[in-house]
């Protein structure tokens, strides 16, 4: 008789539930992954609330995931069994659309996105393309590399693309799971780094992390103590708020770039005035590649950088998730799981 796992699954909107499941066989060109560690990101809540778009329920959530490789499907042969890998959101391009053809892949037009239109890491188990594997370097433990694969790449890519220099002014907006790992990136790379949080008990924590300075906008305005100083050169803009966002553009200086990475519900007013007097600019970045993965893995290796986490057990997924959701996680809630009955 084959064996079963646990996963977690959104059986209904809003309903995290503990499931046993068959233990699938993965098809050509996949291969099955014993998971060890998946994070919990905010915006796995698009999975749980059942509004990322294109989804169906039941499903299990999870993009920051990390685990052994269990069984290679047909045609695989870059990952070896036993060997320890990584999956993100973006699991998979398909390799024909337009942004595809023109090496675009992280926007890819079909991809396959982990928790979204495949099962996820909130499990034992997952079926995860080969393509979209990262490998996992031996100097980190499951737990550090799961938060990587997500919050820190997507913070890591977009401070690294951002046509930045060396000791530019940098600030990293909202001191999450993203935010807390972008003020570890923003430092390492040599930025002059201001973090920005809404009340006094993150200072300690973002000064901790790097951050050469702390604005608190219940008590400061962020755009005038910003302003102050010169402006940013770049704010990355992590918190899920827009009526948060907007305003930060006045608090860019001239050139400055406004790097949305955070996916608020509510809307992002802009004032045109400081866009245009003064080229300042707005835009979004999404994760990246599996290869931008490995590279957000060697370079917190060799700086150092390691994700601030509290862990749970899968089972209590629910739990851990709420603890995520009520912004309580220093910084990452990180699930782990005990083993697999076979
Ligand atoms: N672009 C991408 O590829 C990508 C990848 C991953 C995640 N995301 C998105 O990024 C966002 C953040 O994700 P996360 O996992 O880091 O979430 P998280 O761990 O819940 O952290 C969000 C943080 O934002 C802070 N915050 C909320 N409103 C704020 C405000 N008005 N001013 C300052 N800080 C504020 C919260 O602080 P408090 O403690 O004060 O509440 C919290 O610490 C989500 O929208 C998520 O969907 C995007
Ligand atoms: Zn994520
Ligand atoms: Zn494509």
Redesign the pocket.
């Known amino acids: 008789m084959r064996g079963t796992y646990k996963a977690v699954e959104v059986s209904a909107p809003g309903v995290l539930r503990v499931v046993e499941r068959p233990i699938p066989e993965p098809g050509p060109g996949q291969v099955r992954i014993r998971v060890e560690a998946c994070g919990i990101?905010?915006?796995d809540?698009?999975t749980v609330t059942g509004t990322y778009p294109g989804l169906t329920l039941p499903r299990v959530p999870g993009h920051e995931v990390v685990g052994r490789v269990d069984a290679l499907g047909g045609g695989v042969s870059r990952w070896k069994i036993g060997q320890r890998v990584g999956v993100g959101?973006i699991a998979g391009e398909d390799g024909t659309c337009e942004p595809c053809r023109r090496g675009d892949s992280v926007n890819c037009q079909n991809p396959v996105v982990s928790g979204v239109t495949v099962d996820g890491g909130y499990a034992e188990m997952m079926i995860a393309e080969a393509r979209g594997l990262a490998s996992i370097p031996d100097e980190l433990s499951s737990v550090d590399a799961a938060p990587l694969l997500?919050?820190g790449i997507?913070t890591y890519n977009?401070l690294r693309n951002a046509g930045l220099r060396g000791g530019d002014r940098v600030a990293v907006?909202?001191?999450?799971?993203?935010?807390h790992l972008g003020i570890q990136f923003a430092r390492h790379m040599g930025f002059h780094t201001v973090a920005?949080?809404?009340?006094g008990d993150?200072e300690k924590l973002a000064k901790d992390l790097g951050a050469h300075s702390y604005i608190d906008?219940v008590v400061d305005d962020a755009v005038a103590v910003l302003q102050r100083m010169g402006g940013a050169r770049a704010i990355l803009a992590?918190?899920?708020?827009g009526?948060?966002m907007g305003p930060l553009v006045s608090a860019l200086a001239a050139r400055g770039k406004l790097i949305?990475?955070?996916?608020?519900q509510d809307q992002i007013h802009l004032n045109a005035s400081p866009l245009v007097f003064g080229g300042r600019s707005v835009y979004?970045?999404?994760?990246g590649t599996a290869i931008d993965q490995e590279d957000t893995l060697a370079f917190s290796v060799l700086e150092d950088i390691r994700p601030m986490i509290e862990t749970a057990p899968l089972e209590q997924a629910a739990d851990a998730y709420a603890r995520?959701?009520q912004?309580k996680?220093r910084?990452?809630m990180v699930l782990v799981t005990e083993g697999v009955k076979s």
Do not use: E, N, Y
Request: a positive charge; proline letters at 5%; one cysteine or more.
């Open positions: 990101c905010h915006s809540a698009a959101l997500c919050a997507t977009a907006q909202g001191i999450g799971g993203l935010g920005i949080g809404r009340g993150k906008t992590t918190a899920p708020s009526d948060a949305v990475v955070g996916v608020p979004g970045s999404l994760t995520m959701m912004g996680a910084f990452r």
